[in-house]
C-alpha cells in the first residue's frame, strides 16, 4: 500500500500544483490603479510650513490649569483603602513564597 501511494504521489502532483498556483496568485489590478501607482507622489508647495505655522500662531491658546490638591476625606480613605490593599497583596505573595520555599526544602529531605 505505500509504494502504492508513492507511485500516485508524482502522478497526482502535476495536476494538482497547476490549479492551485492559479489560484494563489493575485489578479493584475485594472489600468486607472496601475497608472496611479506609476505617477510620483504629490509634494506640498513650497510656502506650506509658513501658512501652517502662521494659522498655527493665531490659533487661541486653551487655558490650563493646574489640578487641585485632592485633600478631602473621600480621597484619603481611598488612598488608606488602596495601601491596605496592596499590603494584602504583598503579603499574600510573601506567603507563597515560604509556602513554595517549604515545599522544596520538604521534596528535597524527603529523598
Request: glycine letters at 4%; a positive charge.
Amino acid at each position: 500500500m505505500h509504494e502504492k501511494s508513492a507511485t500516485l504521489l508524482p502522478n497526482l502532483l502535476p495536476n494538482l500544483l497547476p490549479n492551485q498556483l492559479s489560484k494563489s496568485l493575485p489578479t493584475p489590478l485594472p489600468s486607472p490603479w496601475e497608472q496611479l501607482l506609476s505617477d510620483s507622489p504629490l509634494l506640498p508647495p513650497a510656502d506650506f510650513p509658513t501658512r501652517v505655522m502662521a494659522q498655527v500662531a493665531h490659533m487661541p491658546q486653551a487655558k490650563t490649569r493646574a489640578l487641585p490638591l485632592q485633600r478631602s476625606a473621600f480621597y484619603k480613605i481611598t488612598r488608606l483603602l488602596q495601601s491596605l490593599a496592596l499590603t494584602a497583596a504583598a503579603l499574600a505573595g510573601f506567603a507563597q513564597l515560604v509556602v513554595f520555599g517549604f515545599g522544596v526544602w520538604s521534596a528535597g529531605t524527603a529523598g
